[in-house]
Antibody
Framework: EVQLVESGGGLVQPGGSLRLSCAAS????????MSWVRQAPGKGLEWVSA????????YYADSVKGRFTISRDNSKNTLYLQMNSLRAEDTAVYYC?????????????WGQGTMVTVSS | DIQMTQSPSSVSASVGDRVTITCRAS??????LAWYQQKPGKAPKLLIY???SLQSGVPSRFSGSGSGTDFTLTISSLQPEDFATYYC?????????FGQGTKVEIK
């Protein structure tokens, strides 16, 4: 079964750091680009960051550029999101998502999400 | 950045109704458009990719059309399980962007 399972969310103070993980199974992880997408409480979907299958190319939303770092370990089938200098507006459910086909960044597989709350 | 604008923001409909949701891109995106369905507390589900291609396992009552800047998601005969929020997403260029969502509610 193709599956993505996120972990690492929680409560963190403004200015703090958190690292999210996304464990992949059921497909050849290194063959697919991956993204993080977040959803603030009661709000819509916001794309956060993407990484190519090899890890050689990364992309970020302006709202997180310079604060968040996406990475992957293809030997462990795991995607990461290092989040630094967290702000209240980063509070959201964070989903990892698999691109369905190289060259078409639509997401066919999503994790269940992990909640990040930034509050003092 | 490419802005995606959906309309309407919400629609009230009955079981069996035909429902149409539109999505407009601020610049041309060819056919690089996806549609998702999201139910409360759940992750989004891919319905349509490449503007009009039905994702495997998605009922045929869902269809997508359009290219360039104007796109449409149609549900031909609304079923009880279709009450949800629908999002479009452009897959043309980074940063990837989503529409604000359309909530389909029971009339």
């Amino acid at each position: 079964e193709v599956q993505l399972v996120e972990s690492g969310g929680g409560l963190v103070q403004p200015g703090g750091s958190l690292r999210l993980s996304c464990a992949a199974s059921g497909f050849t992880f290194s063959s697919y680009a991956m993204s993080w997408v977040r959803q603030a409480p009661g709000k819509g979907l916001e794309w956060v960051s993407a990484i190519s299958g090899s890890g050689g190319s990364t992309y970020y939303a302006d709202s997180v550029k310079g604060r968040f770092t996406i990475s992957r370990d293809n030997s462990k089938n795991t995607l990461y999101l290092q989040m630094n200098s967290l702000r209240a507006e980063d509070t959201a459910v964070y989903y990892c998502a698999k691109v369905w086909l190289t060259g078409d960044d639509a997401f066919d597989i999503w994790g269940q999400g992990t909640m990040v709350t930034v509050s003092s | 950045d490419i802005q995606m604008t959906q309309s309407p923001s919400s629609v009230s409909a009955s079981v069996g109704d035909r429902v149409t949701i539109t999505c407009r891109a601020s610049q041309g995106i060819s056919s690089w458009l996806a549609w998702y369905q999201q139910k409360p507390g759940k992750a989004p589900k891919l319905l349509i990719y490449a503007a009009s291609s039905l994702q495997s396992g998605v009922p045929s009552r869902f269809s997508g059309s359009g290219s360039g800047t104007d796109f449409t998601l149609t549900i031909s005969s609304l079923q009880p399980e279709d009450f949800a929020t629908y999002y479009c997403q452009q897959a043309n260029s980074f940063p990837l962007t989503f529409g604000q969502g359309t909530k389909v509610e029971i009339k």
